[in-house]
C-alpha cells in the first residue's frame, strides 16, 4: 500500500522535517498534532491493508519433482534422522554405502539435512539421493553434476584407446588440476599404449602431476621407467656370504646419480642426503624385487644391520602401500608393531592398509596381553578407522569396560564396532559406576548403527 | 484413550538425547509389569538401580509420572512407554495399586481445584470494581506516558531513535503501570527498528496498531462489550478461565496446527483447532515458564471431544478446553487463499489488536519471487512466507499440491503444517 510507505516515510524522518501526505481517509480535526496524525493514520492505514489483503498473483510455483526411480528407504528416516541429529557423519556414510549396494535411495524428508553434506561426501552421498535430491539440488543451485573424476574415469573406462588420444590432445590446454586428474584414471585399464603420454607427465611442470605419472609408469614391469628405476636399485643392495654367515650391504645413491623426474620426498628428520635418496628409490620400486628368494623375516634382520636400516624401511612402507603389495604391507605392520617402533617411522598408513587377518590377529594377541603392546595396539586401532570384528569388538568392551582411564575412548571405536557386539553393553557392572554413562552411550551407538542397517534389509 | 503417532511422541522429547533413550527403552526386554487402560499406560523399566522405575503415563491428558532421578520432562522411560504404546505393543490390564493411587490423586486434585475456585468467595463487587478502576487508572498514566514517547519518536522520525534501549526503557514503564501487553509491543517496535530493507511500513504498522490501542482504552467505557474484551486483553489484563461465562461448544476438534514461542521466558503453545460439525475455528494457548511442561499441549493431527468455552472478545477465537476425551483425527479440507483471506478481513474488522488469523489452503505449492517465498493455491493466488525457508515441504513433498495450515499476521503467512494426505 504505497499510502503506508509514504507516512512510513514520514515516520521514519520525523514530523520536524517531514510532512504527511494529504490523506482523505481521515478529515484532520482541528489542532490535532501531526504526529499524532501520523500514528493515526499508520494504524488505519494498516488495518486497511491487513483486512483488504488479497495476496499477490504473479508468482509462479517451482517445478514439480519427477518421479523417484530408486526404492525410497523410507523405513531409515527415523534413525538417520538420529544420527544427523547427533552429528554422526560416520554413520551416515556407513548407511549410504549400504543403501548404494541395495540401490536404495534417501527419504526425502532428509534431503535438505542431506545435500549441504554432499560437498564434503560428494562420492558416498551423490549416489543415494535420488532423483529428488538431484531436483532440489538443482533448485537450490548446488552443483551436483558429475565431477571431473567421475567424468575421466567414464570416459576411460568407456574406451581407453579414446581417452588417450583425447588427453594426449587436450593435455596442454587443460589447467593443471585438470591434468592430475585426467592422468590418474590412465590407472583403468593401463597399458604399454599410455606409456608416451605417461613419459610427457612426468616432465610436467607441477610436481603432482610427475608424481602421478611415476607411480603409474613405476607400476608396470615393461615400461621404460619401471625398468630404469629397476637398474637403479639393482647396486644398492649387495649380499655378502662368507663360510659362516651372509651379511647384506646397502649401497645408497647419490642424488646426482638419479633422474630429474624421480620426484624428492619429503624431509625426515634426522637423515642425511644420502638416506634420502634411498628412500626416493626404495619407495618408488615394488617392495617385491628386494627378496627374491629367502624369507622377509631375514631380510628384515639384516636390513636392521645395516646403517641405512631406517630409510630403508621408511622407503620400503611408502612402496608397499603405493605398489598395494598386502604380504609386504601385513609384514611391515606386524614388525613395526612387534618393535614398537610404529611411531618412529611413517607406518599409520599400515594399520588402514593391513589385511583383516592380520590387523585382528595382533589386536586381539595385544589385547589379551599375549603378545604387543596393548596401548600401542589400542592405538592402532583408533588411527587404523576400519571396521572390526565381531571378536575384537567384544575383546575391545572386556578390555576396556574396568578400565577407568580408558573406557570412554569405546564411544569412539562404536562407531566402528560390530553392531552385534551391543550384547556386550547388556548389563551395567555394578563395582565400575564410571563406566555406565560410556556403556550406556555405546549402546545408543551401536543400536542406532543396527537400527539404521537393519532398515534397509527389507530392501536388499 | 489418545493413540499418539511416534511422531508426536517425539515431539514430546525435552531433547534430541531423550528420543534417542526413549527410543531405546521402547524395547519390550526393558520392561515388566507392563500394561494399559482406557486412563493410562504403565510399567516397570530397568535400570542401572537395584529396583526397576515404576513408570505411568495419563493418557486423558497426557501427564507422566516416574520413580527415575531425571529431571527431564517426559523422562526417557516415559517417552519409552509411550512409543511401546503408541505401536499398540501393550496388553490391555488393570492398573496396579500405585498406577491407581496416582490417577485417583489427579483426579483428586482436580476436583479440588474446582471446588477451591467455586468456594472462593468472591470478591465483594464493590470491592472488585474498586481494584478494577485502581488498575486502570494506572494504565491510564502509563498510556498518557507512552502516547508522549511515541509522539516524540514520530516527531524526531525513528531514525534518531533507533536505540532499542529507550523502546525498553518505555516497555519496562508501562509493566509498573500494569500493562504489559503494551510493554511487549514497544518492545517489539524496538526490536524491529532498523531491522530488514523494509522495516519502515511494518514499524509504522506496528505503531499506528498501538497507537488505535491507546485510543480504545482511553475510551473503553464508549466501546461494545466484546470490544472492550479485547482491548483489556491487548493491554494486558488477563482474563480468568474460572470467570468464563458463556455456553461451551461440545464437538470433536481437530488439531490443525500448532507453533511454540518464547518471548520474556514465557513459553506459549499455540494451538488452532477446528470444530468438526461447524468448522468454527478455536485458538488454545497454553503456556510454560522456566522449561516447565504445558498443562495441555494438542498435538497436530490429532483430535478430541471437548467443551470449548470462548472467551469474550468481538471475534471470539480464544478458548477454555474441558472434559477432553481423544478421538480419531478427521479435519476437513481448507480452501483457497481468497476464502482464508476473507475470514482475516472478517476477524480484524471487528477485532483490529488480533495477531494472527488461521488460513487452511488446499492444494497449495510453494514458489519464489528474487529471495522471497510464497505459497500458491490452485487459483494461481500467492502469499509470502515469514521464517526459514520451506525447503523441507518442497523437499518432502516435491511440491506436489498439499493441504497446508499457516497463521497469516496480514503481511506473511507462518506455515504450521503440511500434509499430502487429501484431508476429507
Redesign the interface.
Known amino acids: 500500500?504505497k499510502t503506508?510507505?509514504e507516512?512510513?516515510?514520514v515516520?521514519?524522518?520525523?514530523?520536524?522535517?517531514?510532512t504527511l501526505p494529504n490523506v482523505d481517509l481521515l478529515p484532520e480535526t482541528p489542532g490535532e498534532?501531526s504526529?499524532?496524525r501520523?500514528?493515526?493514520?499508520?494504524?488505519?492505514?494498516?488495518?486497511m491493508?491487513?483486512?483488504?489483503?488479497?495476496?499477490?498473483?504473479?508468482?509462479?510455483?517451482?517445478?514439480?519433482?519427477p518421479q523417484e526411480i530408486g526404492r525410497v528407504a523410507q523405513a531409515s528416516e527415523?534413525p538417520l534422522s538420529?544420527a544427523l541429529?547427533?552429528k554422526m557423519i560416520h554413520v551416515v556414510l556407513e548407511w549410504a554405502a549400504k543403501a548404494r549396494q541395495v540401490r536404495a535411495v534417501l527419504p526425502?524428508?532428509l534431503?535438505?539435512a542431506i545435500l549441504p553434506l554432499v560437498k564434503k561426501h560428494r562420492e558416498e552421498l551423490l549416489p543415494i539421493i535420488g532423483e529428488?535430491g538431484h531436483?532440489?539440488g538443482q533448485?537450490?543451485g548446488l552443483d551436483l553434476s558429475p565431477s571431473d573424476d567421475e567424468e575421466f574415469a567414464a570416459k576411460r573406462t568407456e574406451d581407453p584407446a579414446a581417452y588417450r588420444e583425447w588427453l594426449t590432445t587436450e593435455f596442454e590446454a587443460m589447467d593443471w588440476k585438470e591434468r592430475l586428474k585426467a592422468v590418474k584414471q590412465l590407472q583403468i585399464q593401463l597399458s604399454i599404449h599410455d606409456e608416451p603420454i605417461l613419459e610427457i607427465a612426468l616432465k610436467d611442470r607441477r610436481k603432482e602431476i610427475r608424481e602421478a605419472a611415476l607411480e603409474l609408469l613405476a607400476s608396470q614391469a615393461s615400461f621404460n621407467v619401471a625398468l630404469e628405476l629397476a637398474l637403479l636399485a639393482a647396486p644398492i643392495l649387495t649380499w655378502k656370504k662368507s663360510f659362516l654367515s651372509t651379511s647384506l650391504i646397502i649401497e645408497a645413491p647419490d642424488r646426482s646419480e638419479l633422474p630429474k623426474w624421480l620426484p624428492k620426498s619429503p624431509e625426515v628428520h634426522g637423515m642425511g642426503p644420502k638416506a634420502m635418496a634411498l628412500i626416493d628409490v626404495v619407495s618408488n620400486v615394488p617392495p617385491s624385487i628386494w627378496v627374491t628368494n629367502g624369507s622377509r623375516e631375514k631380510f628384515f634382520e639384516h636390513v636392521g644391520k645395516s646403517d641405512y636400516h631406517r630409510a630403508m624401511l621408511e622407503g620400503l612402507i611408502v612402496a608397499a602401500v603405493r605398489f598395494k603389495d598386502q604380504p609386504w604391507i601385513d609384514a611391515m605392520y606386524e614388525l613395526l608393531v612387534s618393535r614398537m617402533d610404529i611411531y618412529k617411522y611413517k607406518g599409520r598408513d599400515l594399520a588402514a592398509h593391513a589385511s583383516p587377518e592380520v590387523f585382528e590377529r595382533i589386536a586381539l594377541k595385544g589385547l589379551r596381553g599375549e603378545e604387543y603392546q596393548s596401548g600401542l595396539v589400542v592405538q592402532m586401532i583408533i588411527e587404523a578407522k576400519r571396521p572390526l570384528s565381531f571378536e575384537l569388538s567384544c575383546t575391545l568392551i572386556d578390555t576396556l569396560k574396568t578400565n577407568n582411564h580408558s573406557h570412554a575412548i569405546l564411544t569412539f571405536f562404536a562407531l566402528y564396532m560390530h553392531v552385534d557386539a551391543i550384547s556386550r553393553t547388556e548389563v551395567?557392572i555394578e563395582e565400575h559406576h564410571a563406566f555406565?554413562d560410556t556403556r550406556?552411550e555405546v549402546?545408543?551407538i551401536l543400536?542406532?548403527r543396527k537400527r539404521l542397517l537393519s532398515s534397509l534389509d527389507s530392501l536388499a | 484413550m489418545v493413540r499418539l503417532t511416534p511422531e508426536q511422541v517425539f515431539a514430546l522429547a525435552p531433547d534430541a538425547s531423550a528420543v534417542s533413550a526413549g527410543r531405546e527403552l521402547a524395547n519390550p526386554a526393558k520392561w515388566a509389569c507392563i500394561g494399559e487402560s482406557e486412563l493410562a499406560a504403565w510399567g516397570e523399566a530397568k535400570g542401572s538401580g537395584k529396583n526397576p522405575y515404576q513408570t505411568a503415563v495419563d493418557l486423558r491428558e497426557i501427564a507422566y509420572k516416574c520413580s527415575c532421578p531425571s529431571r527431564k520432562l517426559p523422562c526417557k522411560h516415559a517417552l519409552g512407554l509411550l512409543l511401546r504404546h503408541a505401536k499398540s505393543e501393550i496388553e490391555p490390564g488393570t492398573p496396579p495399586t500405585w498406577v491407581q493411587e496416582w490417577l485417583d490423586k489427579r483426579a483428586e486434585r482436580s476436583e479440588q481445584k474446582a471446588e477451591k475456585v467455586a468456594s472462593t468467595p468472591a470478591a465483594s463487587p464493590a470491592d472488585a470494581e474498586k481494584r478494577t478502576e485502581k488498575r486502570w487508572a494506572k494504565i491510564l498514566a502509563g498510556i498518557e506516558e507512552c502516547e508522549s514517547f511515541l509522539e516524540d519518536a514520530v516527531s524526531q522520525g525513528l531514525y534518531a531513535s533507533q536505540s532499542a534501549r529507550s523502546w525498553d526503557q518505555m516497555a519496562a514503564r508501562m509493566v509498573d503501570a500494569q500493562a504489559p501487553g503494551i510493554a511487549t509491543r514497544l518492545k517489539r517496535i524496538g526490536n524491529a527498528i532498523g531491522v530488514g530493507d523494509a522495516w519502515g511500513p511494518t514499524v509504522a504498522g506496528q505503531l499506528g496498531n498501538l497507537t488505535l490501542l491507546l485510543e480504545a482504552a482511553k475510551r473503553i467505557e464508549t466501546l461494545p462489550e466484546g470490544l472492550k474484551a479485547d482491548v483489556r486483553t491487548a493491554v494486558g489484563i488477563s482474563f480468568r478461565k474460572e470467570d468464563l461465562t458463556g455456553e461451551p461448544v461440545e464437538d470433536v476438534w481437530d488439531v490443525l496446527g500448532s507453533t511454540i514461542e518464547t518471548e520474556d521466558r514465557i513459553t506459549t503453545c499455540r494451538s488452532w483447532l477446528q470444530a468438526r460439525s461447524t468448522g468454527k475455528w478455536a485458538l488454545h494457548l497454553a503456556f510454560s515458564a522456566a522449561g516447565q511442561p504445558f498443562d495441555f499441549q494438542p498435538l497436530i493431527g490429532t483430535a478430541f471431544h471437548a467443551k470449548a468455552q470462548y472467551y469474550p472478545s468481538a471475534y471470539p477465537l480464544r478458548v477454555n478446553l474441558t472434559e477432553i476425551e481423544p478421538q480419531p483425527f478427521q479435519p476437513r479440507k481448507g480452501g483457497l487463499i481468497a476464502d482464508g483471506l476473507e475470514f482475516a478481513a472478517d476477524v480484524w474488522s471487528q477485532n483490529p489488536w488480533a495477531e494472527r488469523v488461521p488460513i487452511p489452503i488446499t492444494a497449495g505449492s510453494f514458489g519464489r519471487k528474487e529471495s522471497d517465498w510464497f505459497v500458491i493455491d490452485s487459483s494461481g493466488r500467492a502469499l509470502p512466507l515469514m521464517g526459514e525457508d520451506p525447503w523441507y515441504l518442497v523437499a518432502l513433498f516435491g511440491n506436489q499440491p498439499i493441504e497446508i495450515v499457516g497463521e497469516w499476521n496480514g503481511s506473511s503467512l507462518n506455515v504450521l503444517c503440511g500434509s499430502d494426505d487429501p484431508w476429507t
Do not use: F
Open positions: 500500500m503506508l510507505s507516512v512510513a516515510s515516520i521514519q524522518v520525523g514530523t520536524q522535517r517531514a498534532k504526529e499524532k501520523a500514528l493515526v493514520l499508520a494504524g488505519t492505514l494498516d488495518l491493508r491487513r483486512a483488504g489483503g488479497v495476496g499477490v498473483d504473479s508468482v509462479k510455483p517451482l517445478p514439480t519433482a527415523a538420529e541429529n547427533k526425502p524428508a534431503l535438505t529428488r531436483w532440489l533448485l537450490q551395567p555406565e550406556l549402546r545408543n543400536s542406532l
